[in-house]
């Protein structure tokens, strides 16, 4: 039988969490068991496809590798929780639909988290190279990868224009 | 369309038809715009996928639910002494153990070769075979139950190698424990003219030898079933299968409960490529584990045992002799091929039979022979994946014909010109071609990749190769022989102007609940966000065959329009007779009903199928497909490979390649594919590209083996050591559509889901020799293997034998 459970606080998708999971649970069991936020998917659980990637404190991290307990008390962002960074639909979701970059939509989860963080580090238009290189911890075998990467170039496009138009208002 | 009586039948009381349609009008209708077809749309089911909220069936749970887990055999090839499970039943949280013995009745899905159990009974043929299973409260603590499960095992002597497994002889050293002709899975031998006459008059013979290695399919959704018996005695299955129908007809047969008891549902699923085209261990395990605890239970595979369950494409020895005469004119093909099956027959007949008769197309030539044996191993089982059983030859194929195009002093797209098999001709092995846009595949492919200023430009170091290929769009019968039709759709229309599309075809992620929208919207004109697509549940859908062979959009399409069309023609008699006007003169596009004369005229959607309803009664109606039976010869075998339309490709592979470490870069692959007509563009173009991905992989870096000094384990099962493409792997994919509409496809549609993966492979071995003079015949082209081969040919060059390739580069023959 498991070893008695343990309580974890962390803040999911900007929601304080508790949970009561085994220590040695792993974030993404935790999530998809206990908090039953299932956008997060189990490939591999060995670190080798990032379907589970998630964010860490904004940072893409594989929930398969990471202990559950290694979450307590910092913020979790999956990608049920994208649509809240940008009030509704993510600029990337909807470069992503428009595009058809998601087939089977398994990876794509993974790959937007990671993507988020990419476009949010940059805060401009990002070249192919850079979108292959942030995402080559993510695998997909359904698209071949051109659809994606241009769906994030455009999506980079996208809020690199609101962006200047935001500022644009600022003044 | 034309006569009136066709119309009073196609509305069934003649409403609307009060005013005849002239010729003019008839004519304005068919030759309508298209509102939909072709353009880019928004997958009907993506945004939901990518907010999270849709449930692959891992993500699916039921109160109570019970994880399983499977005991697998760490031998290739053992007797099952005995079982005990006692102690592991005695566990708390443990539920129920199964084992063969509740599994005795074998399935497969070719209905000719019934050769597996759920989990083994006597003996176990692979390592990762399963033997039995637990049922607990969760997955630590059925994995913990398993390795308290005793196995007591009769060690045998495996066979890793076909040839060596063939010349067994005895029963302890026939694998498969239904085989009757020892470790000879099936064996095909097919001629056509006179092949031996052919290759004698040749003035050119080229002879080669091609090892394809094993691939598998590494869809990132591991397999997966969830099974519940409700109060009333319906078992549904939940399942991650491309394969509904057939799936349903096995549960039944193997748990023998009559098929309106059981309901199989097909989640959303997460990438299949063949790997989950018949039924599986889980679904047989968590079905029974259901009934005998009562309570849901769900397996999901490790992604280490989807490896071990494989059914992916089999390693092909192909030995091709190609006759041609100096003008580069195709004589001749004799091939004899050695197909390694691993322990069970899975697709395997089907896939003997691919690998000889796919190569007719696209070259036509006038004498072909093929000699093909599957042989059973002591390895995971393979089946089909993404080209079934037909790009292991047409890699050999194409090189054969690069061969000659360089001993014959022939540009090699020419070549493949000149022997360019025409609409509408038969192949030799007498199936018929439909429309063909391969020429034109050329030519687009050709001018894209700057062909022939390459040919002429690139340095030692660099290169550039073709290959083209064709691919069926369905197989022309239904897997067990019946004549009923082989894809039904339903659709209704209801009062708010919104349409519900009920079919049993299996969205694998290819789009097709997307497809089916598309035709409904064409016809109803109405936008996909008014269509609803329900699909692949065996209550609610109709029978469909499911996601294999590249039949949905051919076939289910074909169905969908033909009831789409009845709803049309009812809506629009309807909108008719209250404008006073001929039917076919209303046109219905972007929620509306327009009269296509006086376009200010019209009403909303909603008002034009209220005012259908209230003639016609409830706008429900149905239309099926059936495949012509006239497109194939009538020799035994003749039906496997016919087609009611074959789609065509063409790639042009840029590589350079690193003469110093081996290292192959593929820089860029253009690929222009002939679907017929591209229902939803970027759709048709993500398996153009998907397809192109998955053959660069084959090509460069898959290989799926187990490995014989270490009792035939997997070499690596894991996406850690099965090395498929990344983002930064990948090359830039240039798709390009080729339209040849097809009159057996809707609106002239073909397939785009496999054809494009084919001629990758051979165009990369193809460019690696423009580059480095090399020729590569077996997979994957590693960095280990080129260099072995570049040493090889510098050793020749030394002596003499060869002149050196591409000497007139003027830079250095080491340069990068």
């Known amino acids: 039988m498991s070893p008695a459970a343990i309580m974890l606080s962390m803040t999911v998708n900007g929601e304080p969490v508790q949970v009561a999971a085994p220590p040695h649970w792993t974030l993404l069991e935790v999530l998809r068991y206990r908090l039953d936020l299932i956008g997060s998917k189990q490939g591999c659980d060995k670190g080798d496809c990032g379907a589970c990637t998630v964010q860490i404190d904004g940072v893409p991290q594989l929930a398969c590798l990471t202990l559950a307990i290694h979450a307590e008390g910092r913020a979790v962002t999956t990608v049920e929780g994208l649509g809240l960074l940008a009030g509704g639909v993510h600029p990337l979701q909807d470069a992503f639909d428009r595009h058809t970059a998601a087939q089977c939509g398994f990876c794509t989860p993974g790959i937007l988290l990671s993507a988020e963080a990419l476009l949010r580090k940059r805060g401009r238009e990002v070249t192919r190279a850079e979108v292959c290189e942030a995402l080559a911890g993510n695998l997909c075998r359904c698209t071949g990868y051109t659809k994606i990467i241009d769906a994030v170039v455009d999506a980079s496009r996208v809020m690199a224009g609101a962006n200047s138009q935001e500022a644009g208002r600022g003044e | 369309m034309a006569s009136d009586d066709a119309e009073r039948e196609a509305t069934g009381d003649g409403i609307g038809e009060v005013i005849a349609g002239d010729e003019a009008s008839e004519q304005a209708e068919r030759d309508r715009a298209s509102w939909q077809l072709g353009k880019s749309h928004r997958k009907v089911d993506a945004m939901e996928r990518m907010r999270g909220v849709t449930r692959y069936t891992d993500d699916l749970k039921l109160p109570g639910m019970l994880h399983a887990k499977i005991l697998r055999s760490p031998h290739a090839h053992a007797r099952i002494k005995s079982i005990d499970s006692a102690a592991a039943l005695a566990m708390p949280g443990v539920f129920a153990v199964v084992t063969g013995q509740d599994f005795k009745i074998p399935y497969g899905i070719i209905p000719w070769t ?507 109606e149905t239309g099926s497909y059936n495949t012509p039976k006239d497109r194939h010869g009538e020799y035994r075998g003749g039906t496997i490979g016919a087609s009611p339309a074959y789609s065509f490709t063409a790639h042009v592979a840029e590589v350079e390649v690193d003469a110093e470490t081996g290292l192959v870069e593929v820089k860029t692959i253009w690929i222009a594919h002939d679907c017929g007509k591209a229902l939803s563009r970027k759709i048709v173009e993500g398996q153009i590209e998907g397809s192109t991905y998955m053959g660069f992989g084959e090509a460069l870096m898959e290989r799926h083996a187990v490995d014989p000094a270490h009792r035939g384990v997997h070499v690596g099962p894991s996406f850690l050591d099965y090395r498929m493409p990344t983002f930064l792997d990948t090359p830039d994919l240039e798709a390009m559509i080729v339209e040849a509409p097809d009159a057996n496809g809707p609106y002239g549609a073909k397939e785009a889901g496999e054809g494009p993966l084919h001629s990758s492979i051979p165009a990369i071995a193809n460019a690696i020799y423009d580059a480095v003079g090399v020729r590569l015949d077996r997979l994957p082209f590693t960095p280990q293997t080129v260099l072995a081969a570049l040493r090889q040919r510098e050793e020749k060059e030394r002596a003499g034998q060869l002149a050196p390739h591409k000497p007139a580069a003027q830079t250095s023959r080491r340069s990068a």
């Open chain 2, 114 to 620: 019934p050769d597996e159990n759920a989990l083994a009974v006597d003996k176990v043929c692979h390592v990762g075979d399963g033997l039995a299973a637990i049922a607990a409260v969760d997955e630590d603590t059925a994995n913990a139950a398993l390795r308290a499960i005793v196995v007591e095992y009769d060690v045998l002597k495996p066979y890793f190698d076909p040839e060596e497994a063939l010349k067994v002889r005895d029963r302890e050293g026939t694998i498969n424990p239904y085989s009757r002709k020892g470790n000879v899975s099936k064996h095909v031998l097919l001629e056509f003219g006179d092949i031996d006459a052919e290759l004698q008059r040749a003035d050119l013979v080229i002879e080669g030898d091609y090892f394809f290695e094993g691939t598998t399919h590494g869809a990132i959704e591991p397999h997966c079933a969830l099974a519940h018996v409700d109060g009333a005695g319906v078992l549904t299955v939940w399942s991650a299968t491309q394969v509904s129908h057939y799936l349903h007809r096995e549960l039944a047969k193997v748990l023998e409960l009559p098929a309106h008891k059981i309901r199989v549902i097909q989640p959303p699923l997460g990438g299949a490529f063949g790997g989950k085209s018949e039924p599986f261990d889980l679904e047989f395990v968590v079905a029974k584990l259901a009934m005998k605890t009562g309570r849901p239970v769900k397996l999901l595979y490790t992604r280490e045992e989807v490896f071990y369950a494989h059914r992916g494409r089999h390693p092909m020895k192909m030995k091709h002799r190609t006759g041609f005469t100096k003008d580069g004119g195709l004589l001749g093909v004799d091939a004899r091929t050695i197909l390694d099956g691993g322990a069970y027959s899975s697709f395997g007949l089907v896939t003997t039979y691919y690998s000889g008769q796919l190569m007719c197309a696209p070259y036509v030539f006038p004498a072909y022979r093929f000699d093909s044996t599957r042989a059973y191993t002591n390895k995971p089982a393979c089946g089909p994946k993404r080209g079934h059983g037909s790009v292991q030859p047409r890699f050999a194929m194409e090189i054969q014909l690069d061969k000659a195009a360089a001993a014959l002093g022939l540009d090699p797209i020419e070549l493949r010109r000149r022997n360019a098999i025409k609409a509408g001709e038969k192949t030799v092995n007498e199936f018929t071609v439909g429309s063909s846009g391969f020429l034109e595949c050329l030519e687009k492919v050709e001018r894209s990749s700057g062909w022939i200023e390459k040919r002429r430009d690139l340095p030692f170091g660099r290169g550039i190769g073709i290959a083209g290929s064709t691919y069926i769009s369905g197989t022309n019968y239904p897997i067990y022989p019946n004549e009923m039709p082989q894809a039904a759709v339903q659709i209704c229309l209801d009062r708010s102007g919104r349409a519900r599309v009920f079919s049993g075809a299996n969205d694998i992620g290819q789009g097709s609940n997307t497809m089916l929208a598309v035709i409904v919207s064409e016809e109803l004109g109405i936008p996909l966000e008014d269509i609803r697509v329900l699909s692949a549940d065996t209550d609610l859908c109709p029978v469909d065959l499911g996601a294999y062979s590249s039949r949905i959009t051919l076939m289910v399409g074909n169905a969908c329009l033909e009831g789409a069309q009845r709803l049309r023609r009812k809506v629009c008699a309807s909108v008719a007779k209250r404008w006073g006007i001929p039917r076919q003169r209303v046109t219905l596009a972007g929620r509306m009903a327009i009269d296509r004369e006086d376009p200010s005229r019209h009403v909303d959607s909603a008002q034009a199928f209220q005012w259908a309803e209230a003639d016609h009664g409830l706008l429900g």
